[in-house]
């Protein structure tokens, strides 16, 4: 069987946008990416003209502007579900190397909504079968609507059915069933059309978005006086990074203007064998984002306390080094106990190319107080040909470990983690600590277990005795039953210094995706 695929000479005039010749490719990577399946075909043509930054800056803030259903907030609500939308469809429909919202079940997702029912089939007959009870009435309530797992041993169908006034408006019938087929059992889903006229439905499912077809340029919206950053005068002036586009950047991202970039911001706290305290910070460039960051050359960002000063900023050459697919840059600050807003970013020849920004909480422990770090998840633990210096972002000695800053993971993957122990108790026998871990995986509706067991430490000193240790190993996704099927999970992590009777508890939620 041989399903027809959804957009091909269909429904993406915007697949026409190719030529990108003029802007970078972090800016050029927006018009390729998932908001091709909303593009009217004139803003496809406009997009595919522009011919600087600053130019698709202005297209995309417009783009925004004019479907946003509440004009004059700072919210727009359509613009959030969209990316909601977006981020439901990568979980959910993935396969290999291709984005969920980029399938076509993640496209119809996209265009027009969650169904009003979904059921799955498989050929071995088994299936699932959901439903959210109603479609919603507009963009704004759009939701994630769980398809269900089924057999995937095989071929595998799912239909989704759509009911309710927008179905009537975009289709012109008040029922629509979609069917979509997946030859493999891969998550390869085509969809498969059946006497129904897409081309119509999308251009009136993207005009019914439009809720500003007026508007020429993207109105300013004046922010709350408690929201509108100071001005940077005196020593937070001094604390602006030199080139001027990369200052412009960071400001940007401090009001809170998206990045366009999948970038993501990591974060730990260690203690060095000097006993300081220091902040490691990653940059975390999946391989859907690499391609507009591979030649940057300068790593640069600053970090903000709760009332919007500036604390500290960096600008040094640096490159992006690859991980796996993905790609990273790292560096080390210094920060005094508090809770900051932090922004890192990738820039070649004094220009922007990728940003990512989060929350960071420093608590600076003291030299001999006893405590773990944050429990870190990565794909991606290795040993270099050469030890690192101390407080090195991310290693120690010659291990280094890099944060899958996504949190998403494959079941063809090994989950490893890495805690820092800061000064556990010592047994006199052995000069070494005795800790024992024991470990949760929830999610799926299940909960794999490993139980409480001494686990092995290694000392980041170099030499046993009073100190600090980490601790380190790795989950083979693919080995654990049941097997995991793609969703949300956590990992609870209990270690007992049995020493001490101290005990401490962590956890760190991740994603399973498909291949």
């Known amino acids: 069987m041989n399903p027809p695929a959804l957009w091909t000479g269909l429904v993406l005039a915007a697949s026409a946008v190719t030529a990108f010749a003029a802007l970078t490719p972090a800016k050029a990577e927006w018009g390729k990416g998932p908001v091709q399946a909303i593009m009217t075909v004139e803003e496809a043509a406009a997009w595919k003209g522009l011919q600087s930054d600053a130019e698709a800056d202005s297209f995309i803030d417009l783009f925004w502007a004019r479907r946003d259903p509440t004009p004059g907030t700072p919210q727009n609500e359509y613009r959030n579900d969209f990316e909601a939308a977006v981020k439901a469809a990568d979980a959910q429909f993935s396969y290999r190397h291709v984005r969920g919202s980029m399938t076509d079940p993640g496209r119809i997702l996209l265009l027009f909504g969650p169904p009003t029912h979904a059921k799955r089939t498989t050929a071995r007959g088994g299936g699932s079968e959901s439903g959210s009870g109603r479609q919603p009435s507009g963009r704004q309530q759009l939701r994630t609507t769980e398809i269900g797992s089924g057999d995937l041993s095989g071929a595998v169908d799912m239909k989704w059915t759509y009911e309710g006034a927008n179905t009537q408006q975009y289709f012109g019938k008040s029922q629509l069933d979609l069917s979509f087929h997946d030859q493999y059992g891969d998550g390869a889903f085509k969809l498969l059309l059946r006497d129904v006229d897409l081309t119509t439905a999308r251009r009136r499912a993207i005009q019914a978005a439009i809720t500003q077809p007026q508007l020429t340029d993207a109105p300013s919206i004046q922010r709350p006086a408690d929201q509108i950053p100071a001005a940077r005068t005196g020593a937070a002036a001094d604390r602006a990074v030199k080139s001027a586009a990369l200052e412009a950047a960071l400001a940007a991202a401090q009001t809170g203007k998206p990045a366009n970039s999948e970038a993501v911001l990591s974060y730990a706290e260690f203690v060095s064998p000097s006993g300081d305290s220091y902040v490691p910070v990653q940059i975390y460039v999946p391989a859907a984002t690499a391609a507009g960051a591979r030649d940057a050359d300068t790593i640069f960002g600053a970090v903000d306390d709760t009332n919007g000063n500036r604390v500290a900023s960096f600008e040094e050459r640096a490159n992006l080094t690859a991980s796996k697919r993905d790609f990273f840059a790292d560096k080390t600050l210094t ?142 996704l693919g080995q654990v039953r049941p097997t995991l099927i793609p969703g949300d999970y956590t990992l609870k992590m209990k270690i007992v210094d049995s020493i001490s009777k101290q005990s401490y508890d962590l956890e760190q939620s991740f994603e399973i995706t498909h291949p």
Do not use: W
């Not at 998403?408 to 983690?417: P, W």
């Not at 600590?433 to 949760?440: A, E, M, N």
């Open 335 to 476: 920060l005094p106990p508090g809770k900051y807003h932090a922004t890192v970013g990738l820039a070649r020849d004094g220009q922007p190319l990728v940003l990512a920004s989060g929350p960071i909480e420093v608590s600076r422990p003291a030299k001999d107080s006893a405590g773990t770090s944050r429990l870190i998840l990565s794909n991606n633990i290795y040993e270099g040909p050469n030890a690192e210096p101390a407080k090195a972002p991310f290693a120690f000695g010659r291990l280094k470990i890099v944060p899958k800053g996504d949190l998403r993971f494959t079941n063809a993957e090994d989950l490893n983690y890495f805690v820092e122990i800061n000064n556990p108790g010592i047994d006199p026998a052995t000069n070494m600590p005795k800790i024992l871990c024991q470990l949760d995986l929830t999610g799926g509706g299940t909960t794999t277990s490993a139980p409480l067991t001494e686990a092995p430490v290694m000392s980041l000193t170099g030499k046993p005795g009073p100190g600090h240790y980490a601790m380190t190993s790795s989950i083979p």
